[in-house]
DNA sequence: CTAATGACCATTA
DNA sequence: ATAATGGCCATTA
């Protein structure tokens, strides 16, 4: 029962997954949309790396998806991904999800 | 320190 | 429509 070998989190990595707790059930953000959040406007990749770390059940990863509206990576497999969105009521037509009608704070 | 990595993105062919 | 390309950026080796 040694010391944690696991790796703190970044500042990075937690204002990433706080700026993913807000997103509401039934809501999609893209990466870029989290990345203007945290003022990083050109950052998409670098929130999506955080995003395949985070440890916590509580923050929605899956709601995060790409901005041409194709639903994008999840650690747990894009399959699951799909399954959550739709479970909260998200429409995925042929892969893709209408961003104009599900994404958040415009 | 440098180089490689990846849940991205826009452009080009 | 798909595929390749170059750029981007925090983290990791």
């Given at each position: 029962m040694?010391?944690?070998n696991k790796r703190l989190a970044s500042?990075?990595?937690?204002?990433?997954?706080?700026?993913?707790?807000?997103?509401?059930?039934?809501?999609?953000?893209?990466?870029?949309?989290?990345?203007?959040?945290l003022k990083l406007p050109r950052a998409a990749r670098a929130i999506g790396s955080a995003l395949n770390k985070n440890p916590f059940a509580a923050v929605?990863?899956?709601?995060?998806?790409?901005?041409?509206?194709?639903?994008?990576?999840?650690a747990r497999g894009n399959v699951e991904k799909i399954?959550?969105?739709r479970r909260e009521g998200i429409v995925i037509k042929g892969g893709k999800i209408n961003?104009?009608?599900?994404?958040?704070?415009?």
């Amino acid at each position: 029962m040694g010391k944690s070998n696991k790796r703190l989190a970044s500042d990075f990595e937690k204002r990433v997954w706080g700026a993913t707790q807000k997103i509401p059930s039934g809501k999609v953000a893209t990466y870029t949309d989290i990345a203007r959040m945290l003022k990083l406007p050109r950052a998409a990749r670098a929130i999506g790396s955080a995003l395949n770390k985070n440890p916590f059940a509580a923050v929605p990863c899956h709601r995060v998806v790409r901005s041409d509206g194709i639903v994008g990576g999840y650690a747990r497999g894009n399959v699951e991904k799909i399954r959550k969105l739709r479970r909260e009521g998200i429409v995925i037509k042929g892969g893709k999800i209408n961003l104009v009608m599900f994404r958040v704070w415009l």
